[in-house]
């Protein structure tokens, strides 16, 4: 069963990511690639705190949004490619900006899902 979650929450995760790169505009900035990249940071913090620590949801159906949806819909490959594109041009200041932002943000983004989660938490608790 999992591997049917996790299958079928992939195709979502790289079909949204695929749209992602369609609707944001393509410059020497890898924009696409960093957005989907902070957004699934997010996510991923939200499925491991908020999602993984609920005993009602499935584990099956946690993996498949974590390792399906997340997996699928960001891209560390992307990432590296597009830096080596960059510093291959002669762009180092974009390359080692979005190597920055990538990883500053990236933390912060899961830190923000963390805090997100825990305020859900503690709601679901008070009512």
Do not use: W
């Amino acid at each position: 069963m999992f591997y049917l979650y996790v299958g079928v929450f992939s195709a979502l995760g790289g079909m949204s990511r695929y749209a992602i790169s369609l609707i944001l505009p393509a410059t020497t900035f890898p924009i696409a690639t960093l957005t989907v990249n902070l957004l699934g940071c997010f996510l991923l913090a939200i499925v491991n705190q908020m999602l993984a620590e609920n005993e009602k949801i499935p584990a099956a159906l946690i993996a498949g949004m974590g390792t399906g949806f997340v997996g699928a819909f960001t891209t560390f490959s992307s990432f590296s490619v597009d830096n080596i594109r960059l510093l291959t041009a002669g762009h180092y200041g974009i390359a080692i900006s979005y190597m920055v932002i990538s990883m500053v943000g990236g933390l912060l983004m899961v830190q923000l899902g963390y805090k997100v989660a825990a305020k859900y938490r503690t709601r679901r608790r008070a009512v």
